[in-house]
């Protein structure tokens, strides 16, 4: 009789209703003391206001490309929304410690996070409180969404309004770094190119003083008239014509070379010229790296804490630490009766 009673007491996995049942009374009480904590501590935890700030990147970053190029194919249309690829590329630039750190020092979020100045960890404890109130996530629409929140509705806004003008200047920053340099370069070598132009023109004047303007119609003519003037036996014409002769044979070759490479270098001069006012565009011009679609304003309504979620999901953890700890010591019990037997 008295094993069949303890048989009875036994805990049995296959019959769960029976065991809360048997433990009703201790884990009402957990959820009770839980639920009244989880209470309390949601009404001690300070609201918090969300702003958001949703805008698609732009495809296009040169203005000289875009508005400039004389290729077809490489005209890029200001008006394209970006894809996944400029998505991330905006997301890596917003998760960037330059942005961080112009945010954190424009709004003076070490005094409003309440952070010891003197603390030696007071960047790591910034970045921290930045990482847990400010977030950049990418849509399901190829869209990049800024989340602030923060206990001030109003400065939640300038923040997420703020970090958005921080993304183009930042970009702009970045690519005039690179756009700098290469308008120097192609600067410095159509500057040189119109300097080796104006050295050919030069001696292509010279040449022009000496009488030599058209080398294939002058040698034409000259010819032609020598011939008449030699059938005519005009002798003053025939000493006129053999000195113009001799001028074309002493620098026609001259000519032609100096022609030549003055045609050349002209293309070549046109060519920098429109590659040194793209790369001019590109390193002083700024366009936006964006399309706002909601700018952020101050919240009217709390999103944080949600009261009934905090105390649910504590009392929740709260019922199953204490049915797993009852199932523990319920086992640990059995077993020592089953030592003692």
Same mark, same amino acid.
Request: aromatic fraction near 8%.
């Given at each position: 009789?008295?094993?069949?009673?303890? =048989?009875?007491?036994?805990?049995?996995?296959?019959?769960?209703?029976?065991f809360?049942?048997?433990?009703?009374?201790?884990?009402? #009480?957990?959820? *009770?003391?839980?639920?009244?904590?989880?209470?309390?501590?949601s009404y001690?935890?300070?609201?918090?206001? =969300?702003?958001?700030v949703?805008?698609?990147?732009?495809?296009?970053?040169?203005?000289s490309?875009?508005?400039?190029?004389?290729?077809?194919?490489?005209?890029?249309?200001?008006?394209? !929304?970006?894809?996944?690829e400029?998505a991330?590329?905006? #997301?890596?630039?917003?998760?960037?410690d330059?942005?961080?750190t112009?945010?954190?020092?424009? !709004?003076?979020?070490?005094?409003?996070?309440?952070?010891d100045?003197?603390n =030696?960890?007071?960047r790591t404890?910034?970045?921290?409180?930045?990482?847990?109130?400010?977030t950049? =996530?990418?849509?399901?629409f190829m869209?990049v969404k800024?989340?602030v929140?923060d206990?001030?509705?109003?400065l939640?806004?300038k923040?997420?309004?703020g970090?958005?003008?921080?993304?183009?200047?930042?970009?702009?920053?970045?690519?005039?770094e690179?756009?700098?340099k290469?308008?120097?370069?192609?600067?410095?070598?159509?500057?040189?190119?119109?300097?080796d132009v104006?050295?050919?023109?030069?001696?292509?004047s010279k040449?022009?003083?000496?009488?030599m303007?058209?080398y294939?119609?002058?040698?034409?003519?000259?010819?032609?008239?020598?011939?008449i003037?030699?059938?005519?036996?005009d002798?003053?014409?025939?000493?006129s014509?053999?000195?113009k002769?001799? &001028?074309?044979a002493r620098?026609?070759?001259s000519?032609?070379a100096?022609?030549?490479?003055l045609t050349?270098?002209?293309?070549?001069?046109?060519?920098?010229?429109?590659k040194?006012?793209?790369?001019?565009?590109d390193?002083?011009?700024?366009?936006p790296?964006? *399309? &706002?679609?909601?700018n952020a304003?101050?919240a009217?309504?709390?999103s944080?804490?949600?009261?009934?979620?905090?105390v649910?999901?504590?009392?929740?953890?709260? #019922?199953?630490?204490?049915?797993i700890?009852?199932?523990?010591l319920?086992?640990?019990?059995?077993?020592?009766?089953?030592e003692?037997?």
């Amino acid at each position: 009789m008295t094993n069949d009673t303890g =048989k009875s007491n036994d805990f049995d996995s296959t019959n769960l209703i029976y065991f809360f049942l048997q433990k009703r009374k201790p884990l009402l #009480l957990v959820a *009770f003391i839980a639920a009244l904590v989880s209470g309390i501590v949601s009404y001690v935890i300070p609201d918090r206001y =969300k702003s958001t700030v949703v805008m698609f990147p732009a495809t296009t970053s040169s203005l000289s490309k875009a508005l400039l190029s004389e290729n077809p194919s490489a005209k890029q249309d200001v008006m394209v !929304f970006g894809a996944e690829e400029e998505a991330e590329q905006m #997301l890596q630039i917003l998760n960037s410690d330059e942005i961080r750190t112009k945010v954190c020092d424009r !709004f003076n979020l070490e005094k409003h996070y309440n952070i010891d100045p003197n603390n =030696k960890y007071k960047r790591t404890l910034l970045y921290d409180e930045f990482q847990n109130n400010i977030t950049f =996530k990418r849509t399901e629409f190829m869209s990049v969404k800024i989340e602030v929140l923060d206990v001030d509705p109003a400065l939640a806004s300038k923040i997420a309004n703020g970090i958005a003008e921080l993304l183009d200047s930042t970009t702009t920053r970045m690519q005039r770094e690179r756009a700098s340099k290469a308008f120097r370069i192609v600067e410095n070598e159509y500057q040189m190119k119109k300097a080796d132009v104006a050295m050919i023109a030069d001696s292509m004047s010279k040449l022009n003083e000496k009488g030599m303007y058209d080398y294939e119609s002058q040698s034409s003519v000259t010819s032609e008239q020598y011939a008449i003037a030699i059938s005519k036996g005009d002798a003053r014409a025939i000493k006129s014509l053999e000195e113009k002769l001799k &001028i074309i044979a002493r620098y026609g070759s001259s000519y032609l070379a100096v022609r030549d490479n003055l045609t050349l270098q002209t293309k070549q001069l046109n060519m920098l010229k429109n590659k040194y006012e793209e790369a001019k565009v590109d390193a002083e011009q700024e366009i936006p790296h964006k *399309f &706002i679609v909601n700018n952020a304003f101050p919240a009217e309504k709390k999103s944080y804490p949600v009261r009934w979620v905090v105390v649910a999901g504590s009392t929740s953890s709260a #019922l199953l630490i204490a049915i797993i700890c009852i199932i523990i010591l319920d086992s640990i019990n059995r077993f020592r009766k089953t030592e003692k037997l």
